[in-house]
């Protein structure tokens, strides 16, 4: 992680759970004093007591250390709100059905936003019962398009790209609504279907 648990993080999370300072530590088995120490500055949690602490405060202990709760809105998982999260290091790409809090890395990411930009036109064709995506996009080491997805209302499919590779990619049309490009300089883009 990029950061470690703040005293404001745990004094807002108690709060949140109705929990004394006294009623949190003694759910550690540390003393009140400790929890004030934590929730004004002077002392920091040890590590090993980071995943108790984050159970206590009912929180993952990545929400722990970011400070941020991450409340689930979209209890129905409506996969149009799919959200995307690229690593900067390995480039990996994590998709979350919604609001989440991902790391990778050592570090703390956030959601891809789409961007509007007549540079990276996505075609779509129809081909058979198929969707045939490409970009007119360069795909060298330094400049490429890193993945295609098409998103529907039941899931979504991903097709991850390389550089040097070819910008194409066959999607099954079921349901889709939306297919999404990740540039790997310029962001995420986006088109309905």
Same mark, same amino acid.
């Given at each position: 992680?990029?950061?470690?648990?703040?005293?404001?993080?745990?004094?807002?999370?108690?709060?949140?759970?109705?929990?004394?300072?006294?009623?949190?530590?003694?759910?550690?088995?540390?003393?009140?004093?400790?929890?004030?120490?934590?929730?004004?500055?002077?002392?920091?949690?040890?590590?090993?007591?980071?995943?108790?602490?984050?159970?206590?405060?009912?929180?993952?202990?990545?929400?722990?250390?970011?400070?941020?709760?991450?409340?689930?809105?979209?209890?129905?998982?409506?996969?149009?709100?799919?959200?995307?999260?690229?690593?900067?290091?390995?480039?990996?790409?994590?998709?979350?059905?919604?609001?989440? *809090? +991902? $790391?990778?890395? #050592?570090?703390? =990411?956030?959601? !891809?936003?789409? %961007?509007?930009?007549? /540079?990276? @036109?996505?075609?779509?064709?129809?081909?058979?019962?198929?969707?045939?995506?490409?970009?007119?996009?360069?795909?060298?080491?330094?400049?490429?398009?890193?993945?295609?997805? *098409? +998103? $529907?209302?039941? #899931?979504?499919? =991903?097709?991850? !790209?390389?550089? %040097?590779?070819?910008? /194409?990619? @066959?999607?099954?049309?079921?349901?889709?609504?939306?297919?999404?490009?990740?540039?790997?300089?310029?962001?995420?883009?986006?088109?309905?279907?």
């Amino acid at each position: 992680m990029n950061s470690y648990v703040t005293g404001a993080a745990i004094r807002g999370l108690r709060e949140k759970k109705k929990l004394t300072q006294e009623q949190l530590a003694k759910r550690l088995c540390v003393s009140g004093k400790t929890v004030s120490k934590w929730e004004t500055g002077r002392g920091l949690p040890d590590i090993a007591l980071l995943e108790p602490l984050a159970n206590a405060l009912g929180v993952s202990v990545p929400e722990l250390l970011s400070g941020e709760i991450v409340e689930n809105r979209n209890r129905s998982a409506n996969m149009l709100r799919a959200r995307f999260y690229v690593c900067p290091v390995c480039g990996n790409v994590i998709h979350a059905a919604g609001e989440a *809090a +991902v $790391s990778c890395c #050592g570090v703390t =990411l956030p959601p !891809l936003e789409a %961007e509007e930009d007549d /540079e990276h @036109r996505i075609s779509v064709q129809v081909v058979e019962d198929e969707y045939y995506v490409t970009l007119d996009h360069p795909m060298s080491k330094s400049h490429y398009i890193s993945f295609l997805t *098409a +998103v $529907s209302d039941q #899931g979504l499919q =991903l097709v991850k !790209l390389y550089p %040097e590779g070819g910008c /194409e990619a @066959r999607f099954k049309m079921s349901r889709v609504r939306r297919i999404c490009a990740f540039c790997n300089r310029h962001g995420l883009f986006t088109a309905e279907v």
